[in-house]
């Protein structure tokens, strides 16, 4: 499993910008997918972000075009730079590691989640 620390939350105002942080650390074969998730009050959990190993990346539709995920292999961190903010985006971010293990099995880590919010 993946020990993941997050960072970057906080309140902002509507159409400004914050820039999450998931830093990774462990042992394990292979990291594969990174990304981030959000869980507002009374919703289900719900993908935000995500990117593979090749650097392909999947947003969900409401965030095309205003959030960019990135990820640094060297420092096994994913980032999420969050442009144009919405109050509809406030949430708990929690960033979601996927892999294997050193045995060969699929391992899944979640962060703590870090709260963002954004209101007026």
């Known amino acids: 499993q993946m020990q993941l620390v997050e960072s970057g939350g906080g309140l902002v105002q509507p159409g400004g910008s914050l820039r999450l942080s998931c830093a990774a650390s462990?042992?394990?074969?292979?990291?594969?997918?990174m990304g981030w998730y959000r869980q507002a009050p009374g919703k289900e959990r719900e993908l935000v972000a995500v990117i593979a190993g090749n650097g392909s990346t999947n947003y969900a539709d409401s965030v095309k075009g205003r959030f960019t995920i990135a990820r640094d292999n060297a420092k096994i961190t994913v980032y999420l730079q969050m442009n144009s903010l919405k109050p509809e985006d406030t949430a708990v971010y929690y960033c979601?590691?996927?892999?294997?293990?050193?045995?060969?099995?699929?391992?899944?880590?979640w962060g703590q989640g870090t709260q963002v919010s954004v209101s007026s």
């Open positions: 462990g042992r394990v074969r292979s990291i594969n997918a």
């Open positions: 979601n590691v996927r892999g294997l293990k050193s045995g060969g099995y699929p391992y899944d880590s």
